[in-house]
């Protein structure tokens, strides 16, 4: 009989074989077991008894396991997903629903053992939830599906595509993958949109002495500089067209040249790209080549955005003040205010814009008191603006904000509309239909705007 004092386990999952192997790892580790085959069963079972831990199916025969997280009370279980058909969509179903982890079939005896555990220790010690993962910290739901899917994918073989706003962290996202990767070579990391045009394909691929006017040595490019390791390609959407045919021709060969080489050099590279925009939009408008997409996004990563993880808001806040304490000696604290003005701003530049408004803050603390790290919002006026950001005040049209989109955007990129467009998400001949209309409805007075 079994002790009415040890923890529970219910199983949910009408694969047979599966069942019996949970079943017995989880006798040995004490736990008195329940087996439910359906959807339906389960359900009957959660109201009959209280368990400590839920081993659920995302998939079965009468329904989605993963509709009983929104009937588990998270207070009182720990669950775990498994599942035999894994998909972003599922995992992150998974852990917004509170799961604890997410397996994926055929699961190891130790890896089943060792999740059964973890739930168990968690359930009788509930420690903090922040997670750290190569060197990024959080402990939003967010950010735990985040960290669960990097260390999914980062073993394996294939190429990533990590998208999301700028500042959100893709780069460290592109770092983590790399340190778990288990490859032995370096992590190079080169931004698609600082290096100019012409001087792109020399950098990615190298060059020869002599193949152009200046090359007075050869050049190891990144590709070769990344040997065994990891190549993060920042903003590909940037990569101007012709390159991005070039690296799809090297990728599908897995064999290139350095320019005015006539040398196969082969690729062994882990390829890792990212872009602040969304990739569909991007091979639409063209700014992307479609087939190169399908090579670079062997599998898709959003980052998601400050403002989705306000959980995390004031714990990377304090890791900033305590990283600029180590590095000046310093023992400043924020005021008492500080946690729930944080959670009070959006942060568009999301990580980017707190850490410098943390930076800022520490600098203008007084008596070791560091006020509440939050830009200032505008006092009067529509908007405020900076060179890469827009704030509007609360109260600002529509009209308003989209004319001033449009005006900062194409300053931004010279003037250049198919840029303007291709970051907006819209076609060229809409910026040019938008300046038209503007040019006729303008009117002179001190608050007109120009988008010439």
């Not at 294939?158 to 993958?177: T, W, Y």
């Not at 200032?376 to 001033?404: D, K, N, W, Y």
């Amino acid at each position: 009989m079994h002790d009415p004092d040890a923890p529970t386990l219910l199983v949910v999952d009408d694969d047979v074989g599966f069942v019996h192997a949970a079943a017995e790892i989880g006798r040995e580790l004490g736990f008195g077991i329940t087996i439910a085959a359906e959807l339906g069963q389960a359900r009957d079972r959660l109201h009959q008894c209280d368990y400590d831990v839920a081993l659920v199916a995302d998939e079965l025969p009468d329904g989605s396991g993963l509709a009983l997280l929104d009937e588990v009370d998270a207070r009182c279980m720990q669950t775990i997903v498994v599942s035999g058909a894994p998909t972003v969509e599922s995992a992150l179903r998974s852990f917004r629903g509170a799961a604890a982890d997410y397996l994926v079939k055929p699961v190891t005896a130790g890896g089943l053992q060792q999740a059964m555990a973890d739930c168990l220790q968690r359930r009788r010690h509930r420690p903090a939830a922040s997670v750290r993962c190569h060197g990024m910290d959080g402990a939003s739901v967010a950010f735990r599906a985040l960290v669960h899917l990097i260390d999914k994918v980062a073993p394996i073989d294939a190429a990533v595509l990590v998208h999301g706003e700028s500042g959100s962290g893709k780069e460290l996202v592109a770092r983590a993958i790399h340190d778990a990767s288990g490859r032995n070579g370096p992590f190079v990391a080169v931004n698609c949109g600082a290096v100019a045009a012409e001087l792109l394909a020399s950098q990615l691929f190298g060059h020869e002495k002599g193949s152009f006017t200046g090359a007075v040595a050869r050049h190891h490019g990144f590709l070769e500089q990344a040997a065994r390791g990891t190549l993060f390609l920042d903003e590909i959407t940037e990569m101007p067209p012709a390159l991005q045919t070039h690296l799809l021709r090297v990728l599908d060969h897995g064999a290139y040249r350095r320019l005015g080489g006539d040398t196969d050099l082969p690729v062994d590279v882990r390829i890792v790209s990212a872009t602040n925009r969304d990739p569909l939009a991007a091979v639409a408008d063209g700014s992307l080549r479609e087939d190169l997409y399908y090579r670079l996004c062997g599998f898709a990563l959003a980052v998601p955005p400050l403002r989705e993880r306000e959980d995390d808001v004031v714990l990377l806040a304090d890791a900033c003040l305590a990283e600029l304490n180590r590095r000046h000696g310093t023992a400043h604290a924020f005021t008492a205010g500080t946690p729930a003005s944080l959670r009070g701003h959006a942060w568009p530049g999301n990580v980017r814009e707190l850490r410098n408004a943390v930076l800022r803050a520490y600098v203008l603390a007084e008596d070791g008191l560091v006020q509440p790290p939050v830009p200032s919002r505008p006092a009067q006026g529509a908007l405020a603006e900076s060179e890469h950001t827009i704030t509007f005040a609360v109260g600002t049209s529509l009209e308003a904000m989209e004319r001033e989109i449009l005006r900062k955007t194409l300053q931004h990129f010279g003037n250049n509309r198919r840029r303007a467009a291709a970051a907006l998400g819209i076609t060229a001949r809409t910026i040019r239909n938008r300046l038209a209309r503007e040019r006729e409805q303008a009117r002179p007075g001190p608050e007109s705007h120009s988008l010439q």
